[in-house]
């Protein structure tokens, strides 16, 4: 694995037993995150899950929701909601940017 690679953050660097330890969580709960379609993680040549960075930091939402009382239906939504509404006021941000480009003209 070159040393790059671990600055990416989808790159799938950690097993299940690595993300659980980290998270705080039971490898159990990893495992129903990906049978509920919530987090996919890649998958080794051998067929072991393996979690990046970024599915570390959705796992860790979704223990939080979980922990605050949330089912996982009601976590998924927040979740998705939640990132549209990021994805949102990004695109909101780049077209201010753009409009005050376009305004100095």
């Not at 129903?32 to 599915?55: F, I, K, M, V, W």
């Not at 009382?69 to 998924?76: E, F, I, P, R, S």
Request: one cysteine or more; aromatic letters at 4%; charged letters at 30%.
């Amino acid at each position: 694995m070159p040393l790059d690679d671990l600055d990416d953050a989808d790159y799938p660097a950690y097993t299940t037993g690595q993300a659980a330890e980290l998270l705080g969580v039971q490898q159990a709960f990893l495992r129903s995150l990906d049978t509920a379609d919530l987090l996919r993680p890649q998958r080794s040549d051998g067929g072991h899950r393996r979690y990046s960075r970024r599915q570390l930091e959705l796992a860790g939402r979704i223990r939080v929701l979980f922990d605050e009382g949330h089912t996982l239906a009601a976590t998924a939504r927040i979740i998705g909601l939640e990132d549209e509404l990021a994805a949102a006021q990004d695109q909101i941000t780049e077209l201010r940017r753009q409009l005050g480009q376009v305004c100095r003209h």
